[in-house]
């Protein structure tokens, strides 16, 4: 998980950081609403888990996410975006790197001050507060999408690799399911689907 996490690091570390990562940008797409709205219901899971001091319940979601949904599927998703100089993609990575590293502090708390300390130029350990995001967006409906995203992604993975394909490859024949036509033109650009 360490090296997972680290690598997500380094990567957000190639993008610049908003000066203000309290407040939300304008330009977010909507697998930034998605992925922001993921992001604040693991973390309202995990402040709980901490409240009670269930470390185990707190670490695991901590790892489900930043180790799965985070980089198999959001960043997927919008590492074109990044590349091109999106910068409400870039708040997006660097505001939930930043507060997972808070929360992961009390398990890991010299990993996550070096890497705070790093990129954010503060300590993870030194947060006064636990971190969430006020969201103005319908947090249940961006949620209740997570699975068919994986979902669909795995398919697809699994089509090129069938297929002999790279990940990268273009690829015909594939529809988006109509759970997630709000996803339609991330989706698209990330598996490179064509009619």
Same mark, same amino acid.
């Given at each position: 998980m360490l090296t997972k996490l680290f690598n997500v690091a380094r990567f957000s570390s190639q993008f610049p950081v908003s000066p203000n990562l309290e407040q939300l940008p304008e330009g977010l797409q909507p @697998?930034? @609403?998605?992925?922001?709205? @993921?992001?604040?219901?693991?973390?309202?899971? $995990? +402040?709980? %888990?901490?409240?009670?001091?269930?470390? =185990?319940? /707190?670490s695991q979601l901590l790892k489900n996410f930043a180790t799965g949904v985070l980089p198999s599927h959001w960043l997927e998703m919008v590492k074109s975006r990044l590349y091109d100089g999106d910068m409400a993609a870039s708040w997006t990575l660097h505001r939930i790197v930043r507060d997972?590293?808070? /929360?992961? %502090?009390?398990?890991?708390?010299?990993?996550?001050? =070096?890497?705070?300390?790093?990129? =954010? +130029?503060?300590?993870? $350990?030194?947060?006064?507060?636990?971190?969430?995001?006020?969201?103005?967006?319908? /947090?249940n409906n961006w949620t209740s999408l997570t699975e068919s995203v994986m979902q669909?992604?795995? @398919? $697809?993975? +699994?089509?090129?690799?069938d297929e002999g394909l790279s990940l990268n490859s273009e690829i015909s024949g594939v529809s988006i399911p109509n759970d997630?036509?709000?996803?339609e033109t991330s989706l698209t650009r990330m598996h490179k689907l064509s009619n």
């Open positions: @697998e930034d @609403e998605w992925i922001l709205c @993921e992001f604040q219901d693991v973390m309202t899971r $995990v +402040k709980q %888990a901490w409240e009670e001091i269930d470390i =185990y319940t /707190a997972l590293l808070d /929360a992961f %502090a009390p398990i890991c708390p010299f990993f996550s001050h =070096y890497l705070s300390s790093t990129l =954010y +130029k503060r300590s993870a $350990v030194d947060a006064e507060t636990f971190p969430l995001i006020s969201l103005d967006f319908d /947090a669909f992604n795995s @398919e $697809v993975w +699994k089509l090129k690799k997630l036509t709000a996803l």
